[in-house]
């Protein structure tokens, strides 16, 4: 059974800089056939995708987010991680990994079908 | 960016009434459309994709259905279980996906 867990710090100080890691297990994450992702939810509201991360190191980020994100993944690990710079309160949310699936004929995503359980990342002094 | 509009923000319903839940793209996504179910405190679920296939393990009184910029995700006689918030996904417009806002469907 795949199983997802984020980890990192829930207490992030304004203006630093946000780094969280997901640890995959009960499979590979070299599978071919998957992206690894980042998405958020502030609290009482909806779903942000943040970015995912496909294992040869290709990655693709929100629009919104993409001056402040860095995906990266580390595969003897079979771990990604996610920083988020220069952070305001805004960035306050439940921080989410993700797998999805990646299509072998163009290279596109499917949605995610497996989910860490959160980590509340909370931005204050 | 394709924006998802779903409606109502909240369904009120009787336990094994029919619930109808609205998802509206603001351009064709095809039937590249996912539903997510999200209980407080968990982690959103997949219920279906390609707009009406249901992922692994759902049950069959939820149906999904549309294409293009119309959808809609259909629970035929509520469980107790199926109360909670509920959210669209497109993804044809990778690499950016975007979500609805959410639809509650709470106990009347």
């Known amino acids: 059974q795949l199983q997802l867990q984020e980890s990192g710090p829930g207490l992030v100080k304004p203006s630093e800089t946000l780094s969280l890691t997901c640890t995959v297990s009960?499979?590979?994450?070299?599978?071919?056939?998957?992206?690894w992702g980042w998405i958020r939810q502030p609290p009482g509201k909806g779903l942000e995708w943040i970015g995912s991360i496909y294992y040869s190191g290709s990655t693709y980020y929100s629009p919104s987010l993409k001056s402040r994100v860095t995906i990266s993944v580390d595969t003897s690990k079979n771990q990604f991680s996610l920083k988020l710079s220069s952070v305001t309160a805004a960035d306050t949310a439940v921080y989410f990994c993700?797998?999805?699936?990646?299509?072998?004929?163009?290279?596109?995503?499917?949605?995610?079908?497996?989910w860490g359980q959160g980590t509340l990342v909370t931005v204050s002094s | 960016e394709i924006v998802m509009t779903q409606s109502p923000a909240t369904l009120s319903v009787s336990p094994g009434e029919r619930a109808t839940l609205s998802c509206r793209a603001s351009q064709s996504v095809s039937s590249n459309l996912a539903w997510y179910q999200q209980k407080p405190g968990q982690a959103p679920r997949l219920l279906f994709y390609?707009?009406?296939i249901r992922a692994t393990g759902i049950p069959a009184r939820f149906s999904g259905s549309g294409s293009g910029t119309e959808f809609t995700l259909t629970i035929s006689s509520l469980q107790s279980e199926d109360f909670a918030v509920y959210y669209c996904q497109q993804y044809n417009n990778w690499p950016l996906w975007t979500f609805g806002q959410g639809t509650k469907v709470e106990i009347k």
């Open positions: 009960g499979g590979s994450i070299t599978t071919s056939t998957y992206y």
């Open positions: 390609g707009a009406s």
């Open positions: 993700a797998r999805h699936g990646r299509s072998s004929y163009d290279s596109s995503a499917y949605p995610a079908d497996y």
